[in-house]
């Protein structure tokens, strides 16, 4: 049983700064992509920064510069570093996985294991 658990999430002004984490465990096999997505109220869920197993990283052209995904294979947790935050940052994150490609993708289809997801509000 895959389990994915969001933290982290929480409000902040423009310009500040949040941690998110995603403690993962149950999933079968060595090779994956994970990945940090979000949906704000009204729009699509879209793909924010997405890793594969071997570290090969990628990122929506909106948050590149400011966000940063890494993981922690000891801890199985994965997280995304958000700096310099916008209004528009403004949404529910979710941690999701699925199988391995290269390079990752950012589609939300590909990924078939979901968290329950993080709010995330940045205020002006």
């Known amino acids: 049983q895959v389990q994915l658990v969001e933290s982290g999430g929480g409000s902040v002004q423009a310009g500040g700064s949040l941690r998110l984490s995603c403690a993962a465990s149950?999933?079968?096999?060595?090779?994956?992509?994970m990945g940090w997505f979000r949906q704000a109220p009204g729009k699509e869920r879209e793909g924010v920064a997405v890793?594969?197993?071997?570290?090969?990283?990628r990122y929506a052209d909106s948050v590149k510069g400011r966000f940063t995904i890494s993981q922690d294979n000891a801890k199985n947790t994965l997280y995304l570093q958000m700096n310099s935050l916008k209004p528009e940052d403004t949404a529910m994150y979710y941690c999701?996985?699925?199988?391995?490609?290269?390079?990752?993708?950012?589609?939300?289809?590909?990924?078939?294991?979901w968290g329950q997801g993080t709010q995330v509000t940045v205020s002006s």
């Open positions: 999701a996985a699925g199988g391995w490609r290269l390079p990752p993708s950012l589609r939300t289809s590909l990924y078939n294991y």
């Open positions: 149950g999933y079968p096999g060595s090779r994956y992509s």
């Open positions: 890793i594969s197993s071997g570290g090969t990283k």
